[in-house]
């Protein structure tokens, strides 16, 4: 569940509501997490929120996949994830 948002925070982001969230780490992963952003010239907050849109949209690509996938030719879905996993090995 999302933390509630510092009065003073909300508008500082134009139209957008921000949340607050705390997370617990490990020492040693937060210490590589701040080297990271430090890296990229980004601060921690801006490397969750790039880590976090990644992982939401790859959510939603999964489940509009899965959707179709009910609705239509497992066949030719089997040969477009073929296809993909061949053009991007490692991937």
Do not use: C, Y
């Amino acid at each position: 569940m999302a933390g509630f948002a510092h009065p003073e925070t909300i508008g500082m982001f134009g139209d957008i509501q921000m949340s607050t969230l705390t997370i617990r780490l490990p020492d040693d992963k937060a210490d590589k997490i701040r080297d990271m952003a430090r890296m990229k010239g980004i601060s921690v907050n801006k490397l969750f929120d790039e880590w976090t849109a990644q992982m939401l949209t790859e959510m939603d690509v999964e489940r509009r996949f899965r959707l179709m996938a009910t609705q239509g030719n497992t066949q030719a879905a089997l040969r477009i994830l073929e296809k993909m996993d061949t053009s991007n090995p490692g991937l």
